[in-house]
């Protein structure tokens, strides 16, 4: 068996999440499905391991997939997991040991897009700056029982558009902990918050902020510094086109309500 790293891709509104439940359709069922058709392996065997959770509804360009597979031969495995993968897109690859954690990531990129709907950008960009560094996030995320001192390295914030754009850097988050950034962010832009209530939140008081919607995150991308992904051209080109298609035909509906 072969220990192997697939970044994947997503729209979060196909799947009830990332991590598998009984009953329902998330992109670890999806992925264990294709490993079974491909590679003939049973869930044990393949011991699928994913590098981020991804909650119901949010999407990701570069989660990554860690399995274990007979196939040598990368490129036939890619294009076989694309044949038959429903609503996953196998992007690249690489060959790690047996040792390797994908949990045990340097960095995770995340951006959240948002409707500029009177934001004042030079706002968000400054309550997006108190964020960054090392906090108590306890008021910013989802209680699971973790540590919530952590390090943010970067939140940026820019228009593009009718839209704000917040990109965030940092090696891990908590449970809920960018929607609920990005809540205080638009909060503060639209004037509804201050940046007091946010450095108070930040100080420990109860302060909320709300949590912003699921389906405007996703997860960029997951880096291991050192690890290089293999990119093959072609892979999933008719759907892409196809599904460009359609979000054409969509737009072209609504336009003309």
Same mark, same amino acid.
């Given at each position: 068996m072969i220990r192997t790293a $697939? !970044?994947?891709?997503?729209? *979060?509104? *196909?799947?009830? *999440?990332?991590q598998i439940q009984p009953g329902a359709r998330t992109v670890e069922g999806e992925v264990l499905s294709a490993l079974g058709k491909i590679c003939r392996v049973s869930k044990?065997?393949?011991? @699928?391991?994913? %590098?981020? /959770?991804?909650?119901? &509804?949010v999407n990701a360009l =570069?989660?990554?997939?860690?399995?274990?597979?007979?196939l040598e031969d990368q490129t036939v495995l890619l294009k076989a997991l694309n044949a038959v993968s429903g609503g996953v897109f196998y992007r690249s690859i %690489?060959? $790690? &040991?047996?040792?390797?954690?994908? /949990?045990?990531? #340097?960095?995770? @990129?995340? /951006?959240? $897009?948002?409707?500029?709907? &009177?934001? #004042?950008?030079?706002? %968000?960009?400054?309550?997006?700056?108190?964020?960054?560094?090392?906090?108590?996030?306890? /008021?910013?995320? !989802?209680?699971? &029982?973790?540590? +919530?001192?952590?390090?943010?390295?970067?939140v940026n914030v820019w228009k593009d558009g009718g839209l704000i754009?917040? #990109?965030f850097a940092a090696r891990y988050y908590l449970w809920n902990m960018v929607r609920r950034?990005? %809540?205080?962010?638009?909060?503060? =832009?639209?004037?509804?918050?201050?940046?007091f209530d946010v450095e108070g939140a930040l100080s420990g008081e109860d302060v909320g902020f709300g949590l912003a919607?699921?389906?405007? @995150? +996703?997860?960029?991308? $997951?880096?291991?510094? *050192?690890?290089?992904?293999?990119?093959?051209?072609?892979?999933?080109?008719?759907r892409v086109r196809e599904e460009l298609f359609r979000d054409g035909l969509r737009r072209s509906f609504f336009a003309s309500l």
């Open positions: $697939v !970044k994947i891709a997503y729209l *979060g509104e *196909g799947f009830s *999440g990332s044990e065997e393949s011991d @699928l391991r994913l %590098a981020s /959770r991804t909650d119901r &509804g =570069g989660n990554v997939a860690v399995f274990n597979t007979p %690489a060959t $790690v &040991g047996l040792d390797f954690n994908p /949990r045990h990531a #340097d960095r995770r @990129l995340y /951006r959240y $897009v948002l409707q500029d709907d &009177g934001i #004042d950008a030079d706002a %968000a960009r400054t309550c997006a700056g108190l964020f960054e560094g090392e906090h108590d996030f306890a /008021r910013f995320c !989802k209680a699971d &029982g973790k540590l +919530t001192t952590l390090t943010i390295d970067s754009i917040i #990109d950034m990005t %809540a205080a962010i638009a909060a503060v =832009g639209r004037g509804d918050a201050s940046l919607r699921a389906d405007a @995150l +996703t997860l960029r991308d $997951v880096v291991y510094d *050192g690890l290089d992904f293999i990119e093959h051209d072609g892979l999933f080109d008719d």
